[in-house]
Nanobody, 121 residues
Framework: QVQLVESGGGLVQAGGSLRLSCAAS??????GHWFRQAPGKDREFVAA????????RYADSVKGRFTISRDNAKNMVYLQMNSLKAEDTAVYYC????????????????WGKGTLVIVSS
């Protein structure tokens, strides 16, 4: 069993930055993923990283602004979010993939409970 715990969310002004962290306990991450769900909307894919860190994937809406990374020694996955916009406001969820691919179409094995990001305009 793997437990994922997100942290780093909060309130930030538009144009600002936040860094989200996801800590895994119980097992090593396979692929690491970030999803988000805005109020009244479906959950959507944000970014993913392979177990080695060599392969990453981003949603078009965050390309050039967000960076996913990982520290396998600490069993952590991060999401650096820059140039934040009001439309980035959402609960952000960390997930561990069942297989080591960055394609979000594959099932996730484990999910965290989320961390709230609010971007004020």
């Amino acid at each position: 069993q793997v437990q994922l715990v997100e942290s780093g969310g909060g309130l930030v002004q538009a144009g600002g930055s936040l860094r989200l962290s996801c800590a895994a306990s119980g097992r090593t991450f396979s692929s690491g993923h970030w999803f988000r769900q805005a109020p009244g909307k479906d959950r959507e894919f944000v970014a993913a990283i392979s177990s080695s860190g060599w392969s990453t994937r981003y949603a078009d809406s965050v390309k050039g602004r967000f960076t996913i990374s990982r520290d396998n020694a600490k069993n952590m996955v991060y999401l650096q979010m820059n140039s934040l916009k009001a439309e980035d406001t959402a609960v952000y969820y960390c997930a561990a993939g069942k297989v080591d691919v960055t394609d979000p179409a594959y099932d996730m094995a484990y999910w965290g409970k989320g961390t709230l990001v609010i971007v004020s305009s």
